[in-house]
């Protein structure tokens, strides 16, 4: 079971989560619990790092240091006040490592990638620690692990880091004798390499490091505990009456995860998806709800789309040129220049006159790909590249589109009849994802009318 950073943001939700798990724990179950950050913590860290880096004066460490003490002291004393002394003791340790490296990086004025990892993990070094002393207040046998402790082996990118194959080795040897008269509480989001430096497994991390234990250890389910009720048609705060999916297929998750849909890390699905681990997403403020099921295949329903999903602060560039025309070697030039800059390209699409390709990238990787791609463009691979920045891209996603005639025209149909101008399509040969791009502020209105165009908003 994972809990996410809004399940664990205070002492009531902590409090919650042990509810759940004694519940669970006294039924018989063997549990292992992977946490992130309290609420809002990481996002602090990231903060104080980048402010710490570019201080002039002397950056207020200190003020954050006693911050964090008094927040996760506050919660620690309400869920576990037999344990606090002893956690309190840990905590304090730990805070006084987070105030060394942050007046290290103050000193020399570098914030290097592999300094922010170690000081953004340090949300899920204290959040652990609490959920486990609250297990033990409550009666539950319980211990914190970090994610190098659990065995989890990555390569060394940090930010972004690649889980390697033999963390399931290590993290079998070292979670498996744990379970059943105990439940381990691994701080998720983190891991470290072969030499024990630490990495960080990028955005909802978390996730990415349940599934990998939940695989390692053949669980019989992965449960991702989030803030919503399940996997939606549609995000509820564009679409209101978006329903919960009662089950989707790996593939769907994979594809909405990518376009935007938070309540899963697209790299979650993997792990499961090679052991065929059912994976079941469910609400911690709503336990008694369903939920949503991840699975081979999911139940026939008489819609082919499943749900609809968006993401925004992306950008498109176009890239163009005659020269382009019949020309062997130069999507390899493009995309090669793209990679050596580590620019991640999310859609691409090109005219049948090879004179065109479109890409859509997300924002924070537009300035690097701008660079590459004038790289090209001195070497006289192609002739202009533009870009856009005010654009959305948008998936229509369900594995009943494939071999189902007229989606395609469907979609486009009713965009057009409200006026929407397409800026650029995508279809893998999958034929599970129809992607594509309109200007921003069309955006959330392309999601509500194909969400209508669909019934998506009916039950079955």
Not at 124 to 150: D, M, Q, T
Not at 332 to 356: H, K, P, T
Not at 375 to 390: A, F
């Amino acid at each position: 079971m994972k809990f996410g950073g809004t399940s664990v943001g205070d002492q009531d939700c902590i409090g919650r989560v042990v509810e759940i798990l004694k519940h669970y724990y006294t039924a018989g179950n063997e549990l292992c619990v992977v946490v992130s950050a309290m609420s809002g913590v990481t996002d602090q860290l990231h903060a104080i790092a980048a402010e710490v880096e570019g201080a002039r004066d002397e950056p207020p460490i200190d003020v954050f240091i006693v911050s964090m003490r008094a927040r996760h002291g506050k919660v620690l004393q309400a869920v576990a006040p037999g344990e606090y002394d002893i956690v309190m003791r840990i905590i304090n340790e730990r805070l006084e490592n987070l105030r060394n490296i942050l007046t290290a990086v103050d000193n020399l004025r570098e914030l290097t990638p592999r300094s922010r990892d170690y000081i953004i993990s340090f949300g899920e070094r204290l959040s652990a620690l609490i959920v486990s002393a609250a297990l033990r207040e409550a009666g539950i046998p319980s211990r914190a692990l970090n994610g190098c402790e659990a065995g989890i082996r990555t390569n060394d990118r940090h930010g972004c880091a690649e889980v390697l194959p033999e963390s399931s080795s290590h993290i079998r040897s070292r979670v498996v004798p744990l379970l059943g008269e105990s439940v381990p509480v691994i701080m998720g989001y983190m891991g470290c390499t072969a030499d024990g430096i630490v990495t960080t497994l990028g955005r909802s991390g978390s996730d990415y490091s349940a599934a990998i234990v939940g695989a390692a250890i053949d669980a019989d389910e992965i449960w991702i505990w989030t803030d919503v009720d399940g996997v939606m048609t549609a995000d509820p705060r564009i679409i209101e009456d978006a329903r919960v999916l009662s089950d989707v297929s790996y593939r769907e998750a994979m594809e909405l995860s990518f376009f935007g849909a938070k309540v899963l890390h697209p790299r979650s699905i993997e792990p499961a998806m090679q052991k065929g681990i059912l994976v079941r997403v469910k609400n911690t403020f709503n336990p008694g709800a369903p939920g949503s099921c991840v699975v081979d295949k999911s139940a026939p329903d008489h819609r082919v789309v499943k749900a609809i999903t968006y993401i925004d602060k992306v950008s498109l560039i176009n890239i163009t040129g005659a020269q382009m025309i019949g020309r062997p070697g130069v999507a390899r030039a493009i995309f090669s220049a793209l990679g050596e800059y580590e620019v991640n390209i999310m859609m691409i699409s090109q005219g049948s006159s090879e004179a065109n390709i479109s890409l859509i990238v997300d924002d924070e990787h537009l300035a690097a790909a701008l660079a590459a791609l004038n790289e090209v463009l001195k070497k006289g691979y192609i002739q202009e590249v533009g870009h856009d920045r005010n654009v959305v891209a948008v998936a229509v996603v369900g594995v009943g589109m494939a071999g189902s005639p007229g989606i395609a025209g469907q979609i486009f149909t009713a965009l057009g009849r409200e006026g929407i101008n397409l800026m650029m399509i995508s279809q893998g040969s999958s034929e599970v994802n129809i992607s594509f791009v309109v200007k921003q502020a069309d955006g959330q209105r392309a999601v509500r009318v194909l969400h209508e165009e669909f019934g998506l908003a009916e039950e079955s």
